[in-house]
């Protein structure tokens, strides 16, 4: 087939190709959202180390554009994440994906490792990974909690106060002890959109907490940690602490949803997420491909 593939230069163009593609589950990739707006923003705003125009390509026949594959790179680890490849669904899959990977991923510089995240339908990308040598690493569930859909009451979580801080930091330091965030990069953070709260224990010992980060202005939110002292757990205080996070999220009107991701051998995790009233939505794999 006869194709040209060359670098992108409009993130615009790109966030539609993809979004029109990723919205149905025989596309889907999991590193990329649904929305236009959001990929738009994610493709313009820091996406990959070596910048858009360097990290994304797009295949075309005839002056239209046919196909697309992005690399989200992290330059100090040599390894990306693979969005896509996307191909229109009037095209052979891998008469446009196979020869646009070739060239993209020759025009890379410093990229030995691609990590690949395939809903279980997209049987043309699973194919593609493994025939490219890629091994399969796991499988996961996204989950998905709605407002509305849940019950946000019943919690005995509160902002966290002064008294509670030296409590959350010995928790937080023994529950996440090698984590990107510090107990006192949290407290730090403490705002209207980045939220602390503890179930407390008498004046000032805390059983459990949780921190979430809200991002209004897209819509989107995530609960970053949540942790139960060892003398606390199976008492439901982790479902609590799960719906205390998600009623601060929907607090903002324009997040109606948050979704997270949980390895599909974690049962313990599972429950916890359905029984805070999450939902399975998409079924993952994941690929690991080591090139170089």
């Known amino acids: 087939m006869d194709i040209r593939v060359r670098p992108a230069r409009d993130a615009g163009k790109a966030a539609k190709f993809i979004a029109s593609l990723n919205i149905h589950r025989t596309n889907h990739i999991g ?50 994440e693979v969005w896509g490849p996307f191909v229109s669904e009037d095209l052979p899959f891998r008469e446009v994906a196979m020869p646009m990977w070739s060239e993209a991923v020759a025009a890379l510089e410093g990229v030995r490792t691609f990590q690949f995240f395939v809903n279980e339908e997209n049987t043309d990308v699973s194919a593609m990974a493994e025939t490219l040598g890629a091994f399969h690493t796991g499988r996961h569930l996204i989950l998905r909690a709605q407002s509305g859909a849940i019950n946000l009451g019943g919690h005995q979580a509160i902002p966290a106060e002064e008294q509670h801080e030296k409590e959350f930091c010995t928790l937080h330091a023994h529950a996440f002890p090698e984590t990107y965030l510090s107990a006192g990069e949290i407290l730090d953070l403490r ?43 199976r008492q439901g205080l982790a479902t609590q602490l799960l719906q205390a996070g998600l009623g601060e999220l929907f607090r903002h009107e324009s997040i109606r949803e948050v979704r997270l991701t949980v390895g599909e051998e974690n049962r313990a995790a599972m429950g916890l997420y359905e029984a805070a009233g999450f939902e399975q939505l998409h079924r993952m794999n994941a690929y690991r491909l080591e090139m170089g």
């Open 31 to 80: 590193f990329c959202g649904v929305d236009e707006k959001e990929i738009r923003h994610a493709l313009e705003n820091g996406f990959s180390d070596s910048g858009f125009e360097q990290s994304f390509f797009v295949a075309e026949k005839e002056g239209r554009n046919v196909g697309a594959v992005g690399f989200d790179i992290d330059s100090d680890e040599g390894a990306a």
């Open 191 to 233: 705002d209207d959109t980045h939220r602390l709260l503890v179930i407390p224990e008498g004046e000032e010992g805390v059983r459990g907490y949780v921190y979430t980060e809200a991002d209004p202005i897209h819509g989107e939110g995530s609960i970053e940690f949540l942790a139960v002292g060892e003398a606390y757990r």
